[in-house]
Structures are given as C-alpha cells and as structure tokens.
C-alpha cells in the first residue's frame, strides 16, 4: 500500500481513537446532561470544529512532508530544504501517491 496513504489513515485512526476516550469519559456527564434535555450544542459544535481543523490541519502537514520527500528523491543530485521548497512551488513537484518500489519523478 502506498506509504502516504497509511500515514493518513493511521492519522485518522489516532484522531479516531481519542475521540472515542473523550467520549468514554463525558459519557457520565453527557447521559445525566442528555436526560434533562439540556446539550449544550454550541459547545458540540465548537468540539467538532477544533477536532475537524486539527484533523485538517494534520493531513496537510503529512502531504507537504511527503511532497517534499518525494520531491527530494526526485531530485538529480543533494538538494537543499530550500530548493525543494522552491521546487514545489514552482510546480515541478514530485507526486505523493508514488509506491515505495519506484523512483520520484517531477511532475
């Protein structure tokens, strides 16, 4: 399987994970809450947010990461952060989807 997309989902699976401990200890709190009719939606949706831009936020990290590895390998020769750097925004970027067994080309 391709390494960025395990990196990905086991992102995700950690995400998953801590959410699953958050909700196991609120569960008191959320049951007694739930049964008096009184959730607190504002605050569900702030949670969901800041879960949903720290999950965003960490598959950005891991793409550009895996850009730039890939785009290093890509490269002819040693290459600097810098010029990889430069080399991606100029569009000439290796792609992250290349399987272990191949060579980076520039895209």
């Not at 391709?2 to 569960?27: E, S, T």
């Not at 800041?50 to 891991?62: D, V």
């Amino acid at each position: 399987m391709n390494p960025f997309v395990i990196k990905v989902v086991m992102m995700f699976f950690r995400y998953g994970l801590m959410a699953v401990a958050g909700a196991i200890g609120l569960a008191p709190t959320m049951d007694k809450l739930i049964s008096e009719n009184f959730v607190d939606y504002e605050q569900v949706v702030t949670g969901l947010v800041i879960t949903l831009g720290t999950m965003g936020y960490g598959f950005y990290r891991k793409f550009r990461d895996e850009q730039k590895l890939k785009t290093a390998q890509a490269a002819s020769g040693p290459v600097t952060e810098h010029q990889v750097e430069a080399r991606i925004k100029l569009g000439v970027g290796a792609t992250v989807t290349t399987p272990k067994d191949q060579i980076p080309q520039p895209s």
